[in-house]
């Protein structure tokens, strides 16, 4: 089992920057993938970003430039932090473990998910 709580979210504006943190417990953060999935108004929930156990990240195509995900294996913490924000990143963000090996972006290849935390963007 793993349990992830995240934080940092919030509203800010188009242009502006904003770190999220995934807490983790119940298991070594060395030993899983992480990654940080958003659901906006509408829409369902969407890959942003991951990283391996390796440090290997990976990012979509519209957050590639803008996001940098980060883990701190000693602090069991992995880190979303998201800069010129846009009106469009508004959405639910949600820190998800994977416990399989190597990396995939489908919401099917992580077993377990955070409560979210809200990101919201003015213009």
């Known amino acids: 089992q793993v349990q992830l709580v995240e934080s940092g979210g919030g509203l800010v504006q188009a242009g502006g920057s904003l770190r999220l943190s995934c807490a983790a417990s119940?298991?070594?953060?060395?030993?899983?993938?992480m990654g940080w999935f958003r659901q906006g108004p509408g829409k369902g929930r969407e890959f942003v970003a991951a990283?391996?156990?390796?440090?290997?990240?990976y990012y979509d195509d519209s957050v590639k430039g803008r996001f940098t995900i980060s883990r701190d294996n000693a602090k069991t913490t992995v880190y979303l932090q998201m800069s010129s924000l846009k009106p469009e990143d508004t959405a639910v963000y949600y820190c998800a473990a994977r416990v399989a090996i190597g990396v995939v972006t489908t919401n099917e290849g992580y077993a377990y998910w955070g409560q979210g935390t809200q990101v919201t963007v003015s213009s």
């Open positions: 990283i391996s156990r390796t440090g290997r990240t």
């Open positions: 119940g298991r070594t953060l060395s030993s899983i993938a």
